[in-house]
């Protein structure tokens, strides 16, 4: 492929290539490296799998989480489950028991979970993909395609609060802020909890050939500090090619919905300024059930919470997540360790499309876009539009391991930059694998473009260890950095982790983790650059009570633009954490040491308080000092979230944030207000996740990228779901 063409043929490629293939889903397709087929994974590995019969269900299913349709009493359960921690492949302490169904629109999941103290169950993440791990709570995985590769995963508390994601290259990539349409509902009664669960089919994307999937199933106990599963010899809870299996579905001659249109409205009100109304659309097609088109005309992104500031003190650029709906759907496929792709690159824009799917054996998404990239940070001055894509081609091999083609490019002014490269995941046995990437970049250098790594690593459950050797170019950043995300070039890394986690479980001790990571780049003609180690060591107590002692020493040498001499830095710190599993947990941390030829003294710490059911306030705070300093490095950055539900649909939000400029010292500051912002959301969702109505009020700034802000300004939002 010519590099230079790369920005105006991704896209398409991956489009054509989908509409080509899409009706050849048994078309056999080997590599090299093995055969890429769920049916050659190790026999030993499917013979152990857990299985789970699921029910074809003609009546009615209600999701009010009581367990009393009668497809409940002659499905067939499911009731051995393994501790993944803290006593790794004993029989699960409580028992839990679940059932599976469908019918031509919905697969549904029924757990009981029983549990003699019903009153010690903890349920406090109200908010929609908050910390719901952290309560009591059950997940699903589904493995849709049965490739050991991808999975969705659904998980709610006895709240019925719901969060999902999406597991990418057998488990090694998560992507937690992926949403979709889905229904639960929980009930806490005398001898524990249940809940319901009921995913439509149009929501996922799988082969309808296939009777069985992958399948996971696990149960959160918090305040035994317990995860329970179905499968045993677990290396990883998102090790996909680990999973159970789901028999006994017929999906083939069922016809679902295979599109969804969510149209927009909204009116912008700033005070001083003239009302202002827009209107967008987004939607979603699927020709068949394994492949997905998305579109977006005019998408609004003004109501997203704003990024929580960060200190730097690298000298090298900080990286901010992304929340805007539209670059999170498949984001987990482009999640890789050199980042082809790094959407926050990418400011306003007036459309975007998308693909995302599998055809045969491949794995297949791309992304298209236009904005002006001043919008984002760059090119201030810029008023014109660039055109970015993204695609990548994924193919899984045997036993869960991928390789694929990845490429991401910005069209700009007639010019193009980016990069194009392999990436491999690759599993030898169940413990041992690698990850890789070779990369060739493109752009205005044309002098080191090329970079890539190596990274064996060795994984159980409670040990990990890896060497990574990493190689970056001295153009590679210069050409990536329009549409990807590369601190610094010109180095040769060699970077090694080793920790290990004791389960000890006596004596007031829960577990002792010790970890030391090592890592040294030299310039790619041989200069030492830098070396950094890190120790730490983290301490849990009494299943309340974590504590945290690390110890960081490095090196920087002279090197232009980012260290104008050779300095030696060191930091240690001391966090306590408190959780008491009824709503309440608070941290505080310390650092101290020098940091440039400056004395450094850090402290951060903050709460989360459950209010009330409904209602939860967290705060967080940080202070850092630096002597001698320059102006605006000693900063005091403070936040306040808080949610109110009266509903799992209808909430109120807060959020709150100012950096402040510390210009005295620390016993005695003199504070200057750099940033400030303030959010106040009321959302009804009347279509969960998608059609809901809005009103918002918002003063000051909300993107890391942004100088300054609005002033205070109302938006009313209504979106609809057809």
Known sequence: MNLSKLGRT???????FSILLFGEEKREIQLSLGESSADSSNPQVVEERSTLSATHNSEKITIDGLLSEEVWLKAEKLDIFYQFEPHYNEPASLPTILRAAYDEKNLYFAFDCKDPEPARITARATKRDGDVLEDDAVAIALDTFDDNNSAYMFAINPLATQQDGRFADNGRTTDMNWDETWYAAAHVYEGGWTCEIAIPLKSLKYNQNLTSWGFSAGRWIARLKEKHFISKDLVATTRVSQFGTLTSLQLKNFSVKNYTIIPYM????????????NTGVDVRYNPV???????????????????????NLTRFELSYPEKRPFFLEGAENYSTRIRQFYSRRIGEIPWGAQVNGKVGK???????TTSDPSTAGAEPESGQEALYSVFRVNSELKGGSTIGLIGANRTYKGNNSGSLGLSGTLFFTDVLGMTTQLIKSHGSSSEGTWTGFLRPAYDTQVSHFHLRYSSYGTGVKENMNTVGFIRHDDRKEFDTNLRHTFWINRLGFDSVQPSVNYNQYWSQSGYLRSWTLDTDVEISLYKRVSLELAYETDFKAEYDPYFEKDFNNHEWGCDFGYDNNRGFSTSIEYKRGKIFDSDMEAIEGGLEVKLLEAWDLSYFAEKTWLSPTEPGENSWIHYIRSSYYLNTDLYFKVFYQTRYELNSFWRDPD???????????????????????QLAYQEGTTRFTEDEGRGRTLFTKLSWVF
């Open 266 to 277: 909204q009116g912008e009100f700033e005070q001083g300024e003239a009302p202002v109304s």
């Open 10 to 16: 991704a896209f398409a490629f991956v489009l054509l």
């Open 289 to 311: 059930s394994n492949l997905g088109l998305s579109f977006t005309i005019n998408p609004d992104f003004a109501t997203i919470e704003g990024d929580v500031e960060q200190v």
């Open 671 to 693: 504070f200057e207000l750099q940033r400030k912002t303030l959010q106040l959301l009321m959302v009804w969702r009347f279509l969960p996740p998608f059609g809901s109505l």
């Open 362 to 368: 491949w794995n297949l998404n791309g992304l298209m």
